[in-house]
């Protein structure tokens, strides 16, 4: 499998000439999603979710798919009638030729007076990438390559490091980074390497490995 980090928190997996790209949202690149045979997106927030960059998929492409939480479901099925799948947490279902399962039901809290959205993770293809959104999920199965929310409003150092340990993944790929400066990123790279317990790495958005 080919993945390919782009901007902020979205992922592209390519298998067997098919594309799977997950949370092509307002940091991203314009053209994150197009191409995709199916997308995913995990919740609402505008760095996950933008409709113009989903449109531009759906209608550059009438296969093309979207899997998602009922939050953003409602907020574009009408457009694509019969291409919009709701999904929750313990769901199962394949997209583009990739098994997914689905883990978790609530964003991170960001702060205790904001009320908390729902927010859902995808397991890809029994465990080779999982991709949480934006929480701090741990999913009941082996995780090999985990998208790691390496900075957020909600999150601090010691609970993404505490997070890899959790996961125990064989590696961890930075994702939710867009606003996570040149002159930190040692920072980070040195501690969640060096106590995290898994190797951690870190793609230039555009720039690929395979998984």
């Known amino acids: 499998m080919k993945l390919t980090k782009m901007s902020h928190a979205c992922v592209r997996l390519e298998k067997d000439g098919r594309t799977l790209v997950l949370d092509p949202g307002g940091f991203s690149e ?5 191409g995709a045979d199916a997308i995913l997106v995990t919740h609402e927030h505008p760095d996950h979710f933008d409709e113009g960059r989903l449109r531009a998929a759906m209608e550059a492409d009438a296969a093309t798919e979207i899997w998602t939480l ?12 019969g291409r919009v799948h709701t999904v929750g947490h ?17 964003h991170a809290v960001i702060h205790p007076d ?3 959205i729902t927010n859902i993770g995808y397991l890809v293809d029994g465990g080779q990438v999982f991709h949480p959104g934006d929480a701090l999920t ?11 929310p390496v900075q957020a409003p909600w999150s601090k150092i010691s609970e993404v490091i ?3 340990r959790e ?5 961890a790929y930075d994702i939710h980074d867009a606003l996570l400066t040149d002159l930190a990123r040692p920072v980070y790279d040195r501690q969640i390497g060096g106590l995290g317990g898994s190797e951690h790495l870190r793609l230039t958005p555009g720039d690929s490995a395979e998984v």
């Open 138 to 148: 741990v999913p009941d199965h082996p995780v090999e390559t985990l998208m790691l």
């Open 167 to 171: 996961v125990k993944p064989q590696r």
């Open 90 to 106: 313990g769901d199962t279902f394949t997209a583009a030729g990739f098994d997914v399962q689905v883990h978790g039901e609530l």
């Open 114 to 116: 904001i009320p908390r």
């Open 162 to 164: 505490d997070y890899v």
């Open 30 to 34: 314009q053209d994150a999603a197009i």
């Open 70 to 81: 009922a939050s953003v479901a409602e907020q574009i099925s009408a457009a694509f009638p």
